[in-house]
């Protein structure tokens, strides 16, 4: 099964990083922990509205 959850991405660069799910590398060449990426759901406008 494919996930459709986007890639995580640098809080600096805004790119994405490899590695996962504790510890993230930038291409930048800096880690990140899982805990300073925002990885909670947020959903889509639309479905906000809807009251879904």
Same mark, same amino acid.
């Given at each position: 099964m494919?996930?459709?959850?986007p890639r995580?991405?640098?809080t600096?660069?805004?790119v994405?990083?490899?590695g996962g799910p504790v510890q993230y590398w930038c291409p930048n060449g800096? %880690?990140?922990t899982a805990a300073d990426l925002d990885n909670e759901f947020h959903p889509?406008?639309?479905?906000?509205?809807? %009251?879904a």
């Open positions: 494919v996930s459709r959850s995580p991405t640098c600096r660069h805004r994405e990083v490899d800096h %880690g990140l889509a406008p639309a479905l906000q509205e809807a %009251g």
